[in-house]
Each structure stands twice: as C-alpha cells, then as structure tokens.
C-alpha cells in the first residue's frame, strides 16, 4: 500500500484534535485507504482497537443507519460503554440525510475526533453547512502523482526504467486501483471505462436527476476531448443546433457543473497578469484523471501536449497551488500557481522541437517582471533554459520535491 505521506503530513496535525476531518475527491482516488493510514497511525500510537468506529455508507448492510437520527443514536449505543476517546470513521457520508446535524451532536456530547469521506463537492454547501462553520478542516485526495504512480509501478516492475514509468504514467492515468490489475492495459481500460459509466450515474445522472444522458456523456466527451483549450458554452450549444439538437447554453454550463462538483473536471479561470483581474470567458478545464480520458478515446500520444498539460497541473493542485492560466498582451501562460503568497509560472510543450516553438514557451515567460519562479516544462533531455527561466524534463519536473 502506497503511504501517501504528502496527504498524511497534512492530516497529522489535526489527529486528536476537535475539528472534524474531511476528505473529498473523485470516487476511488484513494480516500478509504486514507483512512485505513490514518486507523494504522492510531493504532502506532497506541489507540485501542476497540475504540475505532469505522463505517461505509454505500455497504448495503448500514442501509438502516441513513438518517442523522438513526447514525447519532447508533454510535452513541457502541460508545457507550468506552472508557477512552473514540474515533469515528465515515466513508461516503453523503449517502446519510442531514448528515452534518448527527456530526454535529456528536462532536458535542462524546469525547470522539472525527474523519469523513465524501465524493461531491457540494458536502458542505448549504444550509446544513452551518451546523460545522469554522469546525472542520478539507483535504481533497487526488489520484496518484507520477511520484505515487512511480513508487507503486516500480512495486510491480523494479527494474523498470524512467523513461518507460512515464509514458505508462500517461497511457494508464493514476487511479490506485490499477496495481491491483498489475497495470496491465486491457483490465485497465475496462476498469476506467467502468469507474466513467458509475461515476455518470451515480455521482451525476442520480444525484442531479439529469434526464439527457445522452447529452450528459456527449458534453462529457466533448470536455474531455478538449481539455486545456479554450472552452466555450455557446459555441458547443451552436455545434448542437447544426446537428438539429436545441441545447441551452445554461444546460451546457449546468451539466459541466456538475462533473465538477463529482470531482471529475476542474475549471481554470484565465487572468490578466497586467491588469490583475480575472477574465470572465474562455476558461479552461481539465480532467481529475488523464487515464479515463485516455481509457475513452485512447488518442493521449495524438494529444500528447494536452495530456502533458493536465498531468502537470494536477499536479499543481496536489501541492496546493490556487491555479489560472496568464494572459500577457496577447499571448499565454499556461499556467499561473500561487500559494501561500508566493507565485510560480509554468509553460508546458511537448517537444521544443523549433525555434518557432522555443519562442512561443519563453517569451510570454520574458514578458513577466516579477521574481518568482519560472518553469518552461517539456519531454526534451537537453536543459534549454535562458534568460533566468529554467527549463526540466517534465518527469524531472514532477519529481522535484520543491520548485524554486
């Protein structure tokens, strides 16, 4: 099992503490075994087995437990009679009605420190938000980094170089579930293309009540197929009327919304790096997970740039960066990561096999008269960097513990 330790550094300091810990993300990206690591630190540190309450919503025998009322009154039954601190584990707690007033209770009547899961980012909107304001603390669990990927390949194939880890890492994607199949392509791609159909359904179609799902996936794949280029609503809804179908431009947005609230899509809103404000139109978007992408279309090395492009900034919203993309007069920055009131700029290309293509990373880069890092990030071996921006293979790239 694959420690996760940049997540777990994160949590650590938080276990024993009263704030309710919360992990969201896309279905089977790892949250229930972020939980298991976290039962194990517990144990490490002495706690009883018998004082951890762990429960899964979506097991079919806690059916009768999808209430605030019948879950609160359950765990004050099994605590009843512990002497020391109880620890409670909830896996998908979405599936419970009202959820946040049985947390709540609970937070205020046992002696208990926390843990829950969740697969929709809309957890804690609302006005049930407001029973846990100020008293809990987000974690949002990714797939595998190519860090993670690597140390879980390399489990499987030791002797396996570099190179060849990483263009497994962008032919296969990182869900952790893949070392379970070995990583071998065929139950891979059935696997993705499995975790696509019930993420749809039960993650979008069931809980948005979408009644188009054909539309859905058709809005989906067009996403998909387009990821980091500019992404207009009105000009798909235009698309739509050529094929004779009336779509709305407020259904497009909706139904896009909504596979980024499952944690399926993000969207990158672009900035004027001169005039300091963010633009209104034309944002990007990526997917959580570049092996669905590729499990559905398999086409990652005929749009190996854009792959390149979604690896990387998953990777920026690992480290926590709050991302956009730049706009410098009229040219890009693909993009722009800040973070604890430091910035970092990145450009990435697939080969910088022209001088056309140098120029057209490095300059917008030169353009830029500030002093934070910047990073133009390709698949080349030989270091082309200059004028100050640094130039790292983009395995190198990923690999780097911190970028300065």
Not at 56 to 71: G, P
Not at 226 to 250: C, D, M, P, Q, W
Not at 271 to 294: C, V
Request: aromatic share 12%; with cysteine.
């Amino acid at each position: 099992m694959i420690k996760r330790e940049s997540y777990m550094g994160r949590i650590r300091p938080f276990i024993d503490t009263d704030v309710v810990k919360i992990l969201t993300g896309l279905r089977r990206s790892g949250k229930s075994v972020m939980l298991t690591l976290i039962q194990d630190e517990l144990r490490d540190r002495g706690v009883p087995e018998g004082s951890i309450i762990s429960l899964n919503f979506e097991d079919l025998r806690l059916a009768h437990l999808l209430t605030a009322t019948a879950l609160h009154d359950e765990i004050l039954r099994r605590s009843e009679k512990m002497e020391t601190k109880v620890y409670l584990f909830f896996d998908e707690i979405q599936e419970v009605e009202e959820w946040q007033r049985a947390v709540n209770s609970l937070r205020i009547v046992l002696d208990c420190d926390i843990y829950l899961t969740g697969s929709n980012a809309k957890l804690l909107s609302g006005e049930l938000a407001t029973y846990l304001a100020g008293r809990y603390v987000e974690f949002v669990i990714y797939p595998f980094s190519f860090g993670e990927f690597l140390e879980s390949y390399r489990g499987i194939e030791p002797d396996a170089p570099l190179p060849l880890c990483f263009q497994r890492y962008i032919a296969l994607g990182g869900m952790p579930y893949l070392s379970n199949v070995r990583y071998r392509e065929e139950p891979v791609k059935q696997y993705l293309t499995d975790l696509f159909s019930t993420i749809q359904l039960k993650d979008i179609v069931a809980r948005y009540n979408v009644r188009d799902v054909d539309l859905l996936f058709r809005i989906i794949a067009y996403v998909m197929a387009n990821v980091g280029t500019t992404f207009s609503a009105t000009s798909l809804a235009k698309y739509f009327k050529s094929e004779g179908r009336s779509v709305a431009t407020e259904t497009i947005l909706n139904y896009i919304q909504f596979c980024c609230d499952a944690y399926l899509l993000y969207r990158v809103k672009r900035e004027d790096l001169k005039g300091k404000e963010i633009l209104s139109t034309n944002e990007k978007y990526y997917i959580a997970d570049h092996g669905i992408r590729a499990a559905l279309f398999g086409d990652e090395q005929a749009s190996i740039n854009l792959v390149l492009e979604n690896i990387v900034y998953m990777e920026l919203l690992r480290r926590g960066y709050l991302v956009t993309v730049g706009r410098v007069a009229e040219r890009e920055v693909d993009f722009v990561a800040k973070r604890r009131g430091k910035m970092l700029y990145v450009q990435v290309a697939y080969l910088l096999a022209s001088q056309s293509t140098i120029e057209r990373e490095f300059t917008p880069l030169e353009q830029i008269r500030d002093n934070y890092p910047k990073y133009v990030v390709s698949m080349d071996e030989f270091d082309m960097g200059r004028s100050g921006i640094k130039h790292r293979n983009i395995r190198d790239f990923l690999l780097l513990d911190e970028w300065e």
